[in-house]
Each structure stands twice: as C-alpha cells, then as structure tokens.
C-alpha cells in the first residue's frame, strides 16, 4: 500500500481523536444487535460491564491508536421506529445484558440519543428513491454532528440470494442503473449510499450487502472502505479453528454435519428456504477453503422459537486416522447470538474507523477474523487472519 | 543457532540419504504404538495404506530433504521379548489396521526384522548395571548396521512423577551419581544412554526421559538431539487450537472439564492414582500458557477395559461472553489412540533424524506441534507450532 | 376375544410345532434388514451368535409356546431378483454381522433356500395384475411347503404418503375397485394379497400397509392377523422412554429437536421430502401421544452417505422445572439400522405366527412395543407396551 | 397391611383436613433445597408460580385425598441459625426462582414463619444428649401448633457412609446404647427422635437415616412412617427409564460411565472422598438391579465451583446389539439440583402426611419413585415405582 495520508511516521501524527466524534450507522439498530451494540457500547464506556468479548479494548491491538470510546454518535435505520428502550429491555429478558446495566443512566442516555437518530429503512428492494432518501438522511447526519467519519453497519435480516448476474460493474454505469429504475436489495441500497457519501461500510449479515465489483470499485473511487461479509459468531467460528487442526494433521475428513437452532428475529428470517440459502452459502465457504477438498458437508438451520436467542450449534465431524479407522467429533456450542455478535461489531467500528482515518481504501481484508465470508482474502483461518489483523493494525506505516 | 555441519550452503549438500539407513529403536516396541509404528512404516512404504495422519509424507513437510520410508532398520526394547506378529494381530482384532495390511509381506518382513532386534529392557527405576546394558545394547544397535544416525523413542508406559530435586545438573556429576548407586526412573536412564552415545532421544510419554538440566547438557556435549514430552493425540490437541479461539475472541473461560476414558495398557497404567498424575500434569499445561490465566481445570482419566484402544475425551467448557452471560462448548472426541500416536513417532523419526543430520543439538523446540509438553518453548498454540515447524525445516540454512 | 381355536385350556393343546414349519415372506428380502432377518435367525439357530436385542429368545417371552427356530421357510419379493450371498457380504462390509458367521455353512444354507424362493415385487404403485400375481405366488409358496401359516413382512423402502381419502372402507368394495382399475402403494397390495389369503401381514416401514378399514375388515373376515407400523429402533425408542419421565414427573417439555443421519439405502429413500414426510408423521407421533400435550417438536432426517447403515440420532430437549428455570437433556444414539431392526423381525415372526395359531384375528395390539406408530392403540409408553405385551402372551387363555 | 386406622370404608371417612395444619420439619431448611421447598411451597399455594415438577397438584394424585397447601406449618434444624431470606436471595441469584417470586408477600411471610421455627441441629455424629434435645424441640413443635401430625425431611449434607455393623436391631436396645454413649451419625439421631415420638421421617439424601432395622422396628412400634433415602433428581432418574429400555429389547449393555460436575454445597461436600463414597454407592444401586447384570460401571463426581446449582450429568453407555456390533447412547442432562429435588420434597411431605393419617405405619415402599436407594423395594424403574404409587395411593382402601 504505497501511501497513507498523513501516516507516513507512524500513529503519531494521526489528527487528535479528541477533537470530534465517529459516527456510527446501525442498519437494523433496534434489532437485538443493533441495541446490544448501542447499550454495550455505552455500559463499557461507563465502565458497567467489563470489555469481554472485545478484542480492541485489552490484549494487544489496546495498543493501537483506535477512537475512544467517549467519543462516538450513534444513528441508525430500522423499519418503523421502534422504541430502542423496549429493544433494550427485550435485551434484559432474554438474558443477554443484566437489568441493571440497562437501567443505568449513561446507557438510558445512549439509547435516547441514538433514538433521535433512528430513521425508517428500506423493507425489500429498493431503488432510485429510496437510494436518494438513504444518501440525503446519511449526508444530513455527518453533516448535523460534523461527523468526519461515518461507520456504516449492516445488521438488518438476512436477505434472499441476490440476482447479480447482469449487473454492471463500473460505479457510475450502476448508479445510472438504478436511476434508469433497476432496483437492489435494501443492503446494496445502503452500500451504494454510504460508499457514494465516501462513508465507511460493514456488511455484518450474508446479504449482498457491498459484494459488487462497481461497489468496490466505487469505493476506492470515493476513498471509502468497506469490509464484510457475515459475523463469525458461532458454529463458522468453530470450524475455523478446527479445519485447520484436521488440515495439520492431514487426518482425512469424511463428513461434517452442523445444524443450527435458533428461535430470535435471525432465526424466523431463516426459516424462509431463499434466506437461508444464503445463510447456508455464507457458512459453507471456509470449509472447503481450509481443508483442500470438500467433504460431505451439511449445515442445517432451524427455528425453534422458544429459544429466543440462545442459538445452539451442533456439529458432527467423521475423519479417518491412520490405517483409515474412523473416529469422530461432536460439538455443541450454545450461547447468546446476540451478545456474540455485539462485541464484534463494536471492534469493527472501531477499526475501519482507523482505517479510514490512516487513510486506507477499498475493501479490508485484514478484518477477514470477523467473518464467515470474508471480502478481499480467500484466509478463513482463524490464528492467520488474527495474525494478519495484528500485523496490519500494529505495524507501524504498513500492512506490507 | 550458530553452525549446522556440513550445512552451511541448505539442504543440497547434506549426505545422500539413500546411502545407508536410519536406525529406530523402539522403547516398548511390542505395546501398541510402537507395533503401529513398525507396521505403519512398512504398510506406508509399500503402500499398502495412504499416509492420512502423517505430516510428513504429503503437504508442504513432504518437500524436505527426510530420510526415506525405504531406508530405516528398526529395533526396541519391551518388558520380556514378546512375539510382534501377535501384537500386530491384536492391532487389528481391535480395529485399528485392517487385517489385509498385517498380513501382507511387507509388514510381515518389517516384524520379523525388528523382532530379531528386541531386547528386553528396564522395569521400574534403574540404575549403573542397567544403564550400561542398555548403552552396549544401544551401540550393539548401531554398529551391527552400520548406523550413521539412531532415533530412540520412548514410547513405554507412563511412569509416576519422578523426584528429581537433587539430581546433579552436570551431566558428569549425574553418571558418577548413577556409578555411586543413585537410580533413576527407566525413561531417565534411557535417555541417559542414548545421548551419552550422541544418539537422538524422543520421549512421547509424559515420563521423566529427558527432562533433566543435566541430559539436556549431555546432548549438547555429546552433539545429540533430543525431544517431548507426551504425544499429543486428542484432547490436547484440541485444547491447542480451541484455547487460542477463546483468547483471540477474549471469550473469559470459567471452567473447563475434561475426562478421558480408555481401556487400553496405557488406560491400565494410569488408573494408578500415581502415574496418573505424571499424565494430569501434562495434560494440565497447556490451557493457562495459552490463556494467559487459569481457569476452573479438571482433567480426569478412567480406565474403562471394554473401551479397549478406542478412547473417548470428554470436554465442557463454560465462558463468559459481552455483558457477562454464560455460555458453553462440550466436546466428544473419539478415536484410536494407537492411530492417532503411530503416525506422529513416525514423523518425529524422521524429522528428528533431519535436525540431527542437519547437525542441531540440544533440544529440538520447533517440534512442539507434536507434544503436549513441548520442552525448549512455552508455545502450545498449535498453529503457531505448525508455523514454527514449517519455517524451521523449510527455510534453507536456519531456522532464524 | 371370545374364541381361539383350540386353544380352551391353555398354550398345550395348541398343535405341536415341530410338526410343520412357518412360513416366512419377506417385502425386501435382499435388503440390508431382510437379509439381516434371513442370515440373523440361521445364526442364532445354529448357536453361532447369542440371541442379543431379540425378547422371544431369552427372558420371560421365551417361556411362550413360540414356533421354533428349526421349524421355518423363507422367501420373498424384492426389485429384481439380487443374490443374498452379495447382500450379506455387504452386511459383513458395514460392520453389521461378523465375516465368520456369515461364512458358515447353515448361513449360507439359509441363503440359499431363500434365494431359491425370492421373487421379483412390485415398484411404485400397483393395480389388479399386480395383486393377482402377489396373491398367487403367495399362495404357491404356502402350497409348495405346506405351510399351516405364513408371515408377510413388508421391509421395503419407505412409499411416499398414499392419498388414501375416498377408498372403500369394506374389503369386497376395494377389491372390486382394484379390479376395476385403482391402484394402491405397492405396501398396501401386498398386505390386500396377504390378508385376502388369511396371511399374516405385519408393516415394518412407515408405509401405508395394512392401515386401511378395508385391510383390517378384510383381515377379520379372513381369519388373518396384521401389525404394524414402523419398527421402532433408535430416537422413537427413545423418546418412548423418555417423555413418560418428563410426564411421570410433570417437567414442562418445551421443544424437542430430533435429527436423524444415515447413509444407508433408507436413508437415500427418505432423501426425497415426499417419502420423508412418511416417516416424520411416523415419527411424531409418539410424542403428544405421551405428554398429553404438544411441545415445539422438529424432527429432521438427513442422507449423509458415508455414515452407511450406521446411523446416529441426536436430540435435544428443553423443559421447564419447578420454579420455571429452563433445563435440557441431550443424546446422541448411534448404531446399525440394521442390526437394530433385525432382530425385531424375527420376534415379530414368532409373535405373530403365535398369535395366528391362537386363532387371533384383525389388528394385534399387544404387539406395539415393537412399533413407532403402533396399529390399534394409542399407547406409546415402552415400559406399558411391554407388560401388554408379556401379560396377553403369557397369560393362560386370553389377553384380557 | 391388616388394617388402617380409620380407613376401613376409604378415604371419606379421613378426618376432615381443614380442620388442623401439618407439620414440616426440615433438618437443612437454610440449604438450598430446604429453602425451596419452604418458599416454593408459599408460592404454589399462592398461585405465583405453576405446579410445574410436582406430581401430586396436577395429573391422577391430584385426585387423591392430600393435605391441602394452605394447611401447613415449617420448622427446622440447621447449623447455626441462618437468616432464610438470605438463603432465598440466593436461590434468585442462582436462578432457580423469580426474584419476583421470591419478593412476594405470601413467601416472605412464609420464610418469616419458618424462621421463628429454626433451630440449631446437630453437626457430625450424635449422642444421647443431642438424641434428646432433638427429641424435645421437634415434641415442643408438635405441641406449640397442637400438630396432629409432623412430616420430618433430612435435606442436611451428605455423610460418610456409617459404620453401622455392631449396632442392635431391637429399638429399645439401640436406645440404651445410645444412653450409654454410643454414637450415630446425625441422620440417625433426627431419625431416632422423630420416629420415637411417632412422627414421619423422610430422607432425601444418602445417609444412613433411617435405614436400620432397630429404627424400622422402632417405626412400627410407634405407629410412625418412614421413607427413603436419597432423591432421584436427574442422573439416577435417567438410568431409572433407560436401563429398562436396554433390559427391555435386550441389548447388552457393556460398559455405563456416569459423571456428575455441580458446584453448589452439595458438590462441595462430596468434594470429600467419604460423603462421595455415600453417593456413589446410592447411585450405584438402580444399574444392575435393572439389568440384573453388573455391566462396567462408574459414577464420577466432581466439585466444580462455577457451576453453582446448575448440575450437569453426562453418561456414555456402550452395548452390544445383535450379531455383536457395539452401540453408543450418551446423556448430557442439565439443571438446577435445587429446582429438580424440592418439588419432590413438597409431594412427599403430602403424600407421607396422608399414608400416616391413612394408619399405614413403618417403610413405605410405594414411595420408590422418589428415590435413587428406595427402602423397602428393589424396583427401581421408574414407570413401574410410578404404577405402584398410583395404585397405592388411588386405590380406595388398599394397597394391596
């Protein structure tokens, strides 16, 4: 990466983080990660829950020169425009954050702040219209609290697989596309609107999101970054650490069957068979990927609704050792999709917001650890694109 | 590391490998790992089974310059001289080689070989008549075959924890010791006479070996390599890369339960509460090394006879996540434990017997990977022993 | 039940068995489980495996005047006419029955007498021509043998759900409509040929079979028996044990999440969504049946080929105890399909041969601890279906 | 059982049971169980939380003639005089009951009245001073509320297994020893005073209670009941189904390991090798008693802090199927100890207070279902124990 603006001696010479806020874009903010990640936010900051879960706030990339958390304003799209404070409370009685830190103070005032911010979505496909809304609601929010960056985050449902065949991949061909009355998923709307304003864009579900040749392109043309695709969370996050232990010991994986149970807003959104295709397509690459070869590989989604948000992984692995006796591993892994999901998305904020302070452009690869599918690296190793992160972030001057 | 003889331009100028063969003397040769291992070498060599679960005969390991499967003799101590070709027909009443391979010529030549090579060795602790019996045995060993280089692998039942505080630290002092009447446990005494005759020792048991300041002296002085301690074939193993996912993620580990049962001889040995605790011990070491903290840890082990060689580890893990809410993982890993050990003695010989033609000495910490207690580094994160082990063979001239 | 022929005083007078044997018809002779039935009671006959998971053999049942194991004929129907010697080898292959007990002689016997007596069945649906050519090689083989009594045993592949709305509830209706051109499953010709023969018929898949008013009018007119539905061999079995515990103790279920993952010829038959759905309305059943209410109940089935005959369920349960707090209960099940299944047949044989002679007529009841979706009860309680079972066989004179 | 008090034409003629309260007395009453049993009992009866887990308010006992919730009075023994509020506060901590619950009028009214009931029992081993301050303050707790009838429940802490070889079997012998300074676990000693006075005992855990021959004498010869030992909350209840189901189809089952990880008082004194050797021998007695066979078998428990109330059992059964291939079932089962045992309390004080009122005097067998160690029977399974309790305890005037 041949230059960094103003980096060239290192974190030192970054503009003050002090003097003025980051702003951050929460598409589905009131949904349970959207609230999570505004309450969260505001309980760490206030030091009413510790930084678990957090990789930016203790361990090594602490060090790094990454926005405070004093200093963020915080918007967002939702269909509707729900209560947050009820989204909040719906946050206590599922168990994910303790009642206490949400009827502390200085989260009830994040959440009324953030609530004056809370703008009505794009529900489907969208478009011109709804694309011009978007820009003009995300220009006026920069611009209301002077924002010099903007972190756009896509935490809404999961949409259907995208037909993107056709579509063109110069920037200006496609915005004239859509003004010519194409229409794109909601998540390409978003894209399209916040890489236009030169705002920063993460796609933290398996949509569509900014996975389009004129989107990068567009980025890069706008000097704004853009990172996804799908939060690394639970059952992916697991096979990214032990694809790679059957891959060293080169023990011969014959099948991997993973199911998934959930009963919160994701799960009911993935009991549509088109949404979970793309769900499924998202959790399948790193397998493959990892290993050299592709196994029998099944990954089930199902709804339960009475567990609300306790999602439950379940993964059953068949490889053949030495002299080719069979042998297996089980796994099942529970815990809150929301209170995984919301940590990562905090980090996130915070490290494209430096990114795009040192200058940085295009797509992040070096944010690969946080995703299911992630954009600009074919890594899905989970110690490599953590040691890639670090490498990127604390190096001073490069990425090499 | 200073100089490699006869190494200073790679690999290139290192003697032709095809000129005289390896030596492998096997400690408990007839138990099951080590008949694996004969059978496995012969079985691999003429292809009777692919190599799944060996790292060093495919993938990026297969391009270094090691000792191949044509040139090994193999010999071994046991406790009395049991007959081979009945250990490797329990190998396959239990499952672990099919029945075609045990009784193909190959095999069945590689038995006989080592069979007229096995002497009967030290039970219990051992002292100067032992040690003197066991070095002319071993040098008997080398010289009969004309052996540049001799591979001793530990691979006897686990021992109780030794008392080794007032072991002398000089490697001449613990001889005289030993001359004056002090003993030592059989694993200690066997690498006492392999490294005084400058050959490589490997301790795949959690047993004492080489584990003493002054053997390490001695395979220095004696330009002689030595490695361990404890296989790592299965619970470990996944501790190695599960560990590290939860503290990249900063995921707070409260407890974490592990149970092995197995009913094999390695079962029957540690359901003595003492030499349990040697395996306890090693089985304990990684968790809080790659953690950074110790959490609840209990690792239980049982002897179930009717489990035979098919073992079962057992883990739960319970952790804290953004806002404090519990989560957990639960773990069941089952395999052979024969078959998951036999092909990593078989990539330790080999890669052993490179560091020593390569001219390294002392202990050998870039093969960590392989171990439970990896002496000469605390690094027990897997992927990061595999990187370690790659760059270290791989890269011409050094191991930086 | 006011007559049974000849049987005034007790199991007695009943006609000596040694004098004639049963007849035994296989639907799905060479099939893993048909093949498994035919070498399974050579087998045991011949002492060359313990009469393990069969309940006539040993036990309070083997007090029961139960036709003898010397004293049976074998034929049956399958897609083609395939050799059972290649069907048993396949067994050996799977890891179901041992190669030496397969190699004996009275196996191979046993193979052969069936072999000579396998006819070619019907696939898909079938009409008049079909049943007509049923019927009469049905009844060439009870003349050839001489048989007293027959036994017809579907153990075909799983039939899509049949429309079975506006069939004729009396026998001569549906036969005439048959003749004049309806068509049935394949299952419910055979038990129309059986049955219309005064053949026992028992069902042993989740197929419509005899479940029909006609077929069981057509049985009671005919002096015929029949049984089924489905035999009840792993996850069924389970929860028919376990949800009495959740009822018995008033735990709140609040959903149980079943999967089902086999790679055998079943399992690539219940790959297609119509014949799964068969088996799932099968496998459901049991569960409201018991707890008297109906909790969130998924139950999945999977085709994951390289798992064989060797299938594993898996199910998780969440209930609510005393005071509200959540709980949960998890399993995994894993075994041969076919050497779950296999010995079931074979007390279902001797079950049902007993009952006929007993001059039992329509639906047996008592026989539901044998079944997923038992014919003629409601009662899905293992433990109450067995002393059913032990007090109408062994009760002197009657079934109460 | 020649005759019940009163009970000649049923239970019309019982007194009728508004007319007094009866008695509780719970040794423990501050531990968890005790104090969930006394709130849980408040909240019932106040209609704040469902009858979820208890077997006599809803389904066939509800019908029986049981005293009523409203009609009861509690007191208790512990060591010291804890505050109960405080333990109640722990229950919400842990969450086994709503902090609502535990807030409500009705329980702190409750925890209020058991509170000025407390006394201060016995530690360790008793003798006859501590037999007759026992004996005093349980007669002055009858009298003080004119009790007609007193239920006693042992919820106290387990204890090492008794030596109890030399001790008289005649009751009045065993008094005099105790007289002349022979000494009884504490179990004992409540029993002994409770049964001397005539009032019901009850024993919930593994001690030795009032399991001798002298204090069964001694029951009967003051007209008292008597029931135990050790309830059946999670593990042992399992095995008490699925041990029947293994006995039922008649697989043989090879090897059953059991562990038991819980972090409350409970698994911190059988941290303790000698209380464990209690429990594990009570959890030991169901398996072969069952399968009327000894398959291999271990009970682990382990103390594991973090876990609190929370249990979790895990069980890997192995078993042969036929033709001999092995099979696998494993259990993981999780809940809170406490929320799982005092719903059991609650219908066994019910339940005893009726056989007493009925005349039924000394064991009471019908009871089985409740306990891993049922005194007075050798039926452990758990469908059976249930029919005989519905049948005792339903059948007008008999229990045949």
Redesign the interface.
């Known amino acids: 990466m041949p230059a960094r603006i103003g980096a060239s001696s290192g974190a030192c010479i970054l503009p003050a983080l002090t003097t003025y806020p980051t702003g951050v874009w929460l598409i589905g903010a009131a949904g349970h990660v959207g609230t999570?990640t505004l309450a969260?936010w505001a309980?760490v900051r206030a030091g009413l829950?510790?930084?678990?879960?957090?990789?930016t706030a203790?361990?090594p990339l602490a060090a790094a020169p990454l926005c405070g958390f004093d200093a963020a304003v915080f918007g967002g799209h939702d269909l509707g425009v729900p209560a947050l404070t009820a989204s909040a409370d719906a946050l206590v009685a599922e168990?994910?954050?303790?009642a206490a830190?949400v009827a502390a103070a200085p989260v009830q005032a994040a959440l009324r702040q953030a609530q004056a911010e809370l703008r009505v979505g794009v529900d489907g496909d969208g478009g011109w219209d709804e694309l011009v809304r978007i820009r003009s609601e995300l220009a006026a929010f920069r611009d209301r609290h002077q924002l010099p960056r903007v972190v756009v985050v896509n935490l809404a449902s999961t949409e259907p697989p995208a037909a993107v065949a056709g579509l063109p991949v110069e920037p200006e061909a496609l915005l004239a596309a859509v003004r010519a009355g194409a229409r794109l998923p909601a998540s390409a709307i978003y894209a399209l609107a916040a890489l236009d304003l030169g705002l920063a864009y993460v796609n933290f579900t398996p949509s569509l999101g900014s996975d389009l040749p004129a989107l990068d392109a567009l980025a890069r043309a706008r000097g704004a970054v853009h990172a996804g695709a799908d939060g690394k969370t639970g059952q992916t996050?697991?096979k990214t650490?032990?694809a790679?232990?059957f891959a060293?010991?080169?023990?011969?994986v014959?099948?991997w069957?993973s199911?998934n149970?959930l009963g919160n807003a994701d799960g009911r959104a993935l009991d549509d068979p088109e949404r979970r295709a793309s769900k499924q397509r998202s959790k399948g690459a790193a397998l493959g990927a990892i290993l050299g070869y592709e196994p029998?590989h099944?990954v089930?989604i199902?709804y339960?609704?009475?567990?609300g948000d306790w999602k439950?992984a379940?993964d059953?692995i068949?490889f053949?050792?030495?002299?080719?006796?069979e042998?297996?591993?089980?796994?099942?892994?529970?815990?809150?999709d929301t209170?995984?999901a919301?940590?990562l998305c905090i980090d996130l904020i915070r490290l494209v917001e430096l990114a795009q302070r040192r200058g940085e452009v295009g797509v992040l690869p070096h944010l690969a650890?946080f995703f299911k599918k992630p954009l600009g690296t074919d890594e899905h190793?989970?110690?490599?694109q953590?040691q890639a992160l670090l490498e990127h972030v604390l190096t001073p001057g490069g990425d090499a």
Chains 1, 2, 3, 4 share one sequence.
Do not use: D, N, Q
Request: with cysteine.
């Open positions: 999570c969260g309980a829950i510790p930084p678990t879960g957090l990789v203790a361990g168990g994910i954050l303790p830190v996050l697991l650490v032990l790679p232990m060293i010991r080169r023990l011969a014959k099948s069957v199911h149970l029998e099944k089930g199902e339960v609704p009475s567990y439950l379940w059953r068949v053949a050792g030495f002299g080719g006796a042998m297996t591993l089980e796994l099942t892994w529970r815990g809150s209170a995984l919301a940590p650890v190793r989970l110690e490599r953590w």
